[in-house]
């Protein structure tokens, strides 16, 4: 009998304002864990729209279960564009919708998955200022 060992994503992770945060993968097989095991289903996902990239989740404060407002969202976007194919675009547009919505096609390569009630966000690749 074969064991599948559920693995931790390799990931970036970006600190945000009031204790939220920003984890985007790093590979395909990353994008996988990240986004079908890792991430909480409340939490926002996020993917440039149809280019290659990163998956990056939002991740609120352990502490409360806090809805993200505009700016956050906008925030986590521009995260997901700047790590991707479109990062030297003036604007580009990014899928965002809750993590519970991203479901992987029975077959499908690592890194492919399917997303419903998607919200389309424009922004400009960027990473957060630092501290």
């Not at 280019?51 to 956050?72: A, K, M, T």
């Not at 966000?121 to 501290?131: D, Q, R």
Request: charged share 25%; hydrophobic share 35%.
């Amino acid at each position: 009998m074969s064991e599948k060992r559920q693995e931790q994503p390799e990931y970036w992770s970006y600190p945000l304002e009031r204790g939220w945060r920003v984890l985007a993968g790093k590979t395909a097989a990353d994008n996988d864990l990240l986004s079908l095991h890792f991430a909480r289903p409340n939490e926002f996902w996020f993917h440039v729209h149809d280019q290659p990239g990163s998956h990056v989740i939002l991740r609120g404060p352990d502490d409360e279960n806090p809805q993200p407002g505009r700016e956050l969202l906008e925030q986590a976007a521009a995260i997901a564009a700047w790590h991707s194919k479109a990062r030297n675009c003036t604007r580009c547009a990014v899928d965002c919708t809750q993590a519970r919505n991203v479901s992987k096609p029975k077959g499908a390569p690592p890194g492919t998955v399917t997303v419903s009630h998607i919200r389309l966000l424009k922004v400009k690749p960027a990473l957060p200022e630092s501290p």
